[in-house]
């Protein structure tokens, strides 16, 4: 027994070392790439021998559905109470149909939202603290961001790397006159560079988003190392889904575009080599605005992430229901691969951020992009720009609320439709292959916060809206409120959708091409007993359907979900009203 404790040290050292080997064989020594092997290892060993494992059969299923929210996105307004209001709140209104939850970065930050972190492992006290959140994951599955790509200027770190001591010792990516950055992509508008003075020396500091974002210099296995440790010490605390924000800027090379690099995609590796020595399903998601095959990428060969952000989703989905035309979502669904076993689709509309454009790339023409952003900007959108290498700006993405993103259109100028076309959009999402991810301000139908861009004048602040916890619990009491509207019907779709085994976020999907004013797929349970066709009118007008356009089959019963007292059969006509979906199946709840 012992021999084999030895073996499979030694295994596990080999695996990392090559991981390692890979990353930096051309920036330090073999000797000190074999030390930082050991180190990761005894990590490992060391976390291993404090934490039970808590392996379950299957780590997703038809029943995960993730909610994303900041931690302050409900709150009394008291100092330090803020995640305690969250808890409160999702175990009065969320815990009976929503399994897992996104908490964006609730870390000691110095701007955007959270983003630029000073501190990593600790949760800024006006939130709350571990505990709280160990408690909570009992309950749920707890998802939290490493932010990699950078760190807050007024961090320690930063503070360290200016007087060059440990730890932020060369922590941060600084580049000379003669490196070429020519070609660099930009998700943002303002200058890449920021000029600073260290120790009598002027250096450039690289800043991907922001100039309090300064990006971390991953040529320094610290750097990695600190971020594996963090990893361990989270999980310690109950997270178990960790979302890699921006992580595809997080390696760069001279002359290159310092995006999707391969040193990059074997740093998730890594990740994921370790987490999966863990034996505690912790599910590694990669965040990467960006268009479908280097999304796609991250997959790996089921090597890399678990999950992957289906980030087309929201740009077709809105494109598909401002203009009652299924045609590009459908064309795009029908070309998707299946998610091998083991990873999935995180699918969502909404999200803290805005709209990101750079997705919609290749699958809407330059014209639809141009036409769709017109439309939002009539519905209250304002637009965060991306530098182009010839030095011109493109929308990087349309900071709007979802609400009232499709609020409008061309033909329902006065929002007649507007919560049937919010909630079809959502039985879109849930009906697709994947895991589905819902933004807290999405169950409120909330519009722009107009009120705190006018305060900020940050545009990202239209989307998010924090609302007093008494003030929203009264509005849900009003059974007139759309917020209560809204929050009902979500919640009773959800709740159809946990109990499907054909909506597994693995379960066979095809994508039938009926007509551009429907959008449908067919989805099979992973054992073919259950069959449901999810079809959705994404336009506002009254729709026939001959259900022999979706060959149901003569020998079974079939019934829709939504309303189970209606059955089908084949040669029948089906009538939809504005924006109405069915699932029909032959295996209804009993």
Known sequence: MQKSKNKFKENTNLDILKRLNYIYNRIIPEDKTLEYSKKINQLINSYKSKNISTDVNEPWSEKTVLLITYADNINNGLFGKTISDFISFYNKYFYSFIDSIHFLPFFPS????????????????????????????????????????????????????????????????????????????????????????????????????????????????????????????????????????????????????????????????????????????????????????????????????????????????????????????????????????GNAYLNFIASHDGIGMRPAEGVLSEEEISIMLERLEKNGSKFSMRKLPSNEEKVYEANISLFSALQYTDIDSKGKFALERFIASHCILLSIEGVPAFYFNSFFATKNDDKSYLNSKVKRDLNRHKWNYSNLAATLNDKNSIENKCYKILKKLISIRKTQPAFHPNATQFTLNLNKNIFSVWRQSRDRRQSIFAITNVTSKKIDLNTNMINLIDDEQWYDLLNPKISFKDEQKIKLAPYQTIWITNLKDE
């Open 110 to 341: 110095s701007g955007d939202a959270g983003f630029s972190v000073k501190n990593h492992d600790e949760i800024d006290p006006k939130f709350g603290n571990w505990e709280e959140i160990k408690k909570l994951s009992k309950r749920a599955n707890i998802m939290t961001d490493l932010v990699l790509n950078h760190a807050s200027s007024e961090g320690e770190w930063f503070e360290n790397f200016i007087f060059n001591k440990n730890p932020g010792k060369d922590y941060f990516f600084t580049i000379n006159n003669n490196y070429d950055y020519a070609n660099v992509i930009r998700p943002r508008d303002h200058d890449l560079l920021k000029k600073i003075k260290i120790l009598n020396e002027t250096k450039n500091l690289w800043c991907t988003f922001s100039h309090d974002q300064i990006d971390l210099n991953f040529r320094n296995p610290e750097v990695l190392l600190e971020f594996i440790t963090l990893i361990l010490k989270l999980s310690s605390y109950g997270v178990k889904i960790f979302r890699l924000d921006a992580v595809a800027f997080i390696w760069k090379e001279s002359g290159t575009t310092c995006l999707n690099l391969p040193e990059t995609h074997e740093i998730i590796k890594l990740f994921r080599y370790i987490v999966d020595q863990l034996n505690k399903n912790i599910i590694i998601v990669t965040e990467t605005n960006l268009p479908k095959e280097e999304n796609l990428s991250y997959f790996g060969k089921n090597d890399e992430a678990h999950w992957i952000y289906n980030f087309p989703l929201p740009p077709l989905i809105i494109h598909t229901f401002l203009f009652a035309d299924s045609t590009s979502l459908t064309k795009w669904s029908m070309k998707m691969p299946p998610a091998q076993v």
